[in-house]
């Protein structure tokens, strides 16, 4: 920056000699004209105007090179300044301060990374969704998503998107649920369910004196001349007797039965017996 205050002052400098030594030029050449004064003194006055003029144009490009060297230490200034694509906030810190950070390569996670930013108020649910059930779900379609963190809660929500690709691992499809209203205590990666609806569930459904624990419908199930569904413990399952209460859209709510967060059957069969040894699958998120 100093550099470029000198070259400017020089130039100021320079503009201002070459103005009064082209005016005492043409001052000499008039008196020269008139016999006034000798030749050599026109000579000098020529060759001071040439001089200052020269000098002149030598600042002139001195302040042009200023002007390139600070637009380069600009735009490497620039580049110390670290700024967010979008407004969001900080939930991870990747570097630490002085690292040597390389170009972020797309295909690997958190190479030349500094932090990692989440906007809070775009959070949305990713759900694996079998192959089966994967015909059944539709864009905009209804949905109720169940937190791990407030398991007596439902959120309410609709499809936003379903990747057209299968994972051949584990059969499943992702589809993205986004929330109608983002809950307030949400975080990324927190454990979620989703259940997706035929149709909207009424608002004065969702409240917890109308249902505080719901199971898909198609896990109660007639058992000994009682409703019961079957839940697994310890990778074993055992009959739970439950009291249906009402129909939430796929589920029912339940007016007693196991506690929330219990792992259940969701369509047991007939060959189920207490103590039998099962393996868990996750299914619709």
Do not use: C
Not at 174 to 192: H, Q, R, S, T, Y
Not at 265 to 274: A, D, E, K
């Amino acid at each position: 920056m100093r550099s470029f205050q000198a070259a400017r002052q020089r130039l100021i400098a320079a503009r201002a000699t070459a103005t009064r030594a082209r005016s005492d030029l043409g001052r000499a050449e008039r008196l020269a004209g008139a016999d006034v004064i000798t030749r050599a003194s026109l000579e000098e006055a020529q060759a001071l105007a040439s001089a200052s003029s020269a000098e002149e144009q030598a600042a002139s490009a001195q302040l042009v090179a200023a002007q390139e060297a600070a637009r380069a230490a600009e735009l490497q200034l620039s580049h110390t300044v670290v700024r967010a694509p979008f407004a969001g906030t900080v939930v991870r810190k990747l570097a630490d301060e002085g690292a040597v950070l390389a170009p972020a390569a797309l295909e690997q996670e958190n190479v030349g990374g500094i932090v990692e930013l989440v906007d809070l108020g775009a959070l949305e649910v990713e759900a694996e969704v079998s192959e089966e059930q994967l015909p059944r779900i539709e864009l905009g379609q209804p949905a109720l998503v169940f937190l791990d963190a407030y398991p007596e809660q439902a959120f309410v929500a609709k499809v936003r998107s379903v990747r057209p690709a299968i994972d051949r691992s584990k059969a499943t499809a992702d589809v993205n649920v986004e929330f109608e209203e983002i809950p307030p205590g949400v975080l990324p990666d927190m454990g979620a369910r989703v259940a997706f609806l035929k149709e909207e569930v009424p608002e004065e459904a969702l409240t917890k004196k109308d249902a505080a624990l719901r199971v898909p419908a198609s896990a109660v199930v007639r058992n000994g001349g009682q409703s019961v569904v079957w839940v697994v413990q310890d990778g074993k399952v055992r009959r739970q007797p439950v009291q249906v209460a009402e129909k939430v859209g796929d589920e029912v709510a339940l007016a007693q039965g196991p506690e929330p967060g219990t792992q259940v059957v969701v369509s047991p069969n007939g060959s189920l017996r207490p103590g039998r040894k099962v393996k868990v699958r996750t299914e619709g998120g």
